[in-house]
């Protein structure tokens, strides 16, 4: 086959060109603003990676918008909508606080393990609920899980803002963790912290799950019919809630190492929206871990850089949202027409 | 009775959003786009409001904007025929930070914009209504006019037929010399427009200023509310006023001092339970055999 290289790979070419595309259109934008848009993107870089220090606040950065990636991803990946990481990843925060807070008295190690797996727990919880409906009942998982999100917002801000209130009362904020379950920084001027490899390591482990194991497989079985996986012998139900439960686990991790190793306290605003991006990232990606990994990595340095770039530009940080949201706009519609494309060619 | 008047004023912006959702969902598309449309709508509003003047330039500017959006999601749905949840999440969050990138270009700031300049719907105000029902604004009585023609189009015309000739059987309807695409097409139009409309309520109207992320979910409720309703109207709209008097009920509810997040969560819990009550009391009915959504498939989110 002589286009054999082209069709094997014909997603992530359409995936890199769309990015770039964007790019370019995101420099159009920037140019209309009455700016230089290789020096905004230039200011972008420098102020993600221009230094030591600019590198940490990057992969501190990078930490919640990798695990929330991978969380959309896993979850799409096994043909479950989870909108509703957003919720479970607040719950999953707070449950780590309510740890560090009224469990105070326990030893340290202790301390930060049972505060991660609680607010995992709390995050499975809350997506298990509307999975099953979905599943069982045949609910309308999209608009469950969005209900669910704002409910678990609403319900931690009224704990922070309520019970849980800190001393600083009305601010949204509870009071700080013991100090024996926080986890240390790594330098003066950012947050990263140890949380960066216990995140690696949960989505390393579900990116192998997702590429090398049986249960990979049958998760991309059930997202692309989960009636004919069925007809094959895969439990598609059990599936797609393991599909469901490992994107919440991760949901849940991403809000727990906010509170344990960034913030070490509950604040109502927590997440600037973290598993939107995630979720516009694993689409842009069509839900490939690997993918979906390093478009994180490229948009938490667009990202951290884009605020040096308002500086300098004043172009709002949003555009790099807007860049990305237009390369998934771009990526459905490329892959829209490249398979009616082969399907015409086919039939010819 | 004021709770009555809440419920209005609270389910005038879902009616028209789930009333434009549900012909779309007739046709075969559940735009979940509504909450990117109805914030985009309203910052519209307000910017037509402020710079052209007077509250009907900024509705224009609403409808405008709606329409354009609404386009871009039936060419990348219906056109291209690409996934509609993807389409329609991607399209929420680009709407929500186009409007931050705007609001920053025009208003210079990144949270809100209110003026006493920007010039309010106009309420209708007659002597014979009663007290709860007097000087509500003309965008809660138009949601109800609105409501009354698309009964009577759903019912009693061949553009209500063609609808859910689009959503049940495609090729039937092209069959008959009609392009399904069109009707979609068509179908979205209109949703642009009511949309823009529930938009424009809310900014210049309801609020009389623009507050980021002030659709609220509201978007979300009405196509919840489609959902409940399966498209048809007439459960669509029990389904908003319930969702609307669960709004104003925690509205209400917060002034007994409650906490306002907790009566906040009272319509998102209802919507929950609707759903499911109504799932256990028709088992399948959301699913029935023959209707085609060939652009919606829950699940396959083949690429």
Partial sequence: ?348 | MDLLRATLRMAAPLLYAALGGAWTQQTGILNIGQEGAMLLASFFAILGNYHLGGWIAGVACAVAASLAYNLLFGLLCVTLRSNVWVVGMTLNVLADNVVMILMKYFFHTKGGFRDPSIVPMPEVSLSFLPDWLDGLSIAVWGAFAVLAVMLWIDRNTVFGMRLKGAGNNEEALASAGVSPARMRYRTLLVNGVLVGIAGAYLSTSYLLAFVSGMSAGRGWIAVAAVIFGDGRLGWTVVGVFLFGLAQAAGIELQSHGFSSHLTLMLPYLLVIVALVAKQWRLPGRLHAPGRKTPHSGESHTKR
């Fill in chain 1, 1 to 348: 086959m002589k286009h054999s290289f082209a069709r094997e790979h014909r997603d992530l070419i359409i995936i890199i060109l769309s990015f770039g595309f964007s790019l370019v259109l995101g420099g159009v934008f920037i140019a209309l603003y009455g700016a230089d848009p290789l020096a905004a993107y230039a200011s972008m870089i420098r102020g993600a990676l221009g230094d030591g220090d600019a590198v940490l606040v990057t992969l501190a950065r990078a930490v919640p918008i990798v695990l929330a990636t991978m969380s959309i991803a896993v979850a799409f990946n096994g043909g479950m909508w989870n909108i509703g990481a957003e919720g479970q990843l607040f719950l999953g925060a707070f449950a780590a606080a309510w740890v560090g807070i009224d469990l105070g008295f326990l030893p340290g190690p202790l301390l930060t393990v049972l505060g991660l797996a609680l607010g995992m727990g709390a995050a499975m919880f809350w997506a298990w609920m509307p999975a099953r409906l979905s599943l069982d009942k045949g609910l309308n998982i999209v608009v469950l899980t969005i209900m669910c999100n704002s409910i678990a917002i609403l319900f931690t801000t009224w704990l922070a803002t309520g019970p849980y209130a800190g001393a600083r009362a009305n601010s949204g904020t509870t009071d700080r963790i013991a100090e024996a379950m926080r986890l240390p920084h790594f330098h003066a001027f950012g947050t990263l912290n140890w949380g960066i490899f216990i995140a690696a390591a949960a989505v390393l482990l579900v990116a192998l799950w997702m590429i090398a194991s049986v249960a990979g497989y049958e998760w991309r079985c059930c997202r692309m019919n989960a009636t004919f996986a069925g007809y094959a012998g895969i439990d598609a139900r059990s599936r797609r809630m393991q599909a469901m439960m490992a994107s919440a686990a991760l949901a849940g991790l991403a809000g727990a190492l906010l509170v344990v190793g960034d913030h070490y306290r509950f604040l109502t605003t927590l997440s600037p929206g973290y598993t939107w991006t995630g979720m516009i990232l694993a689409m842009m990606t069509a839900d490939r871990p690997v993918a979906g990994i390093a478009a994180a990595l490229i948009y938490a340095v667009m990202s951290s850089g884009a605020l040096e770039m308002e500086l300098a530009t004043d172009i709002p940080t949003e555009l790099v949202s807007v860049i990305v949201c237009c390369a998934v706009l771009f990526v459905t519609a490329g892959v829209a027409v490249a398979d009616r494309l082969a399907n015409r060619i086919r039939e010819d």
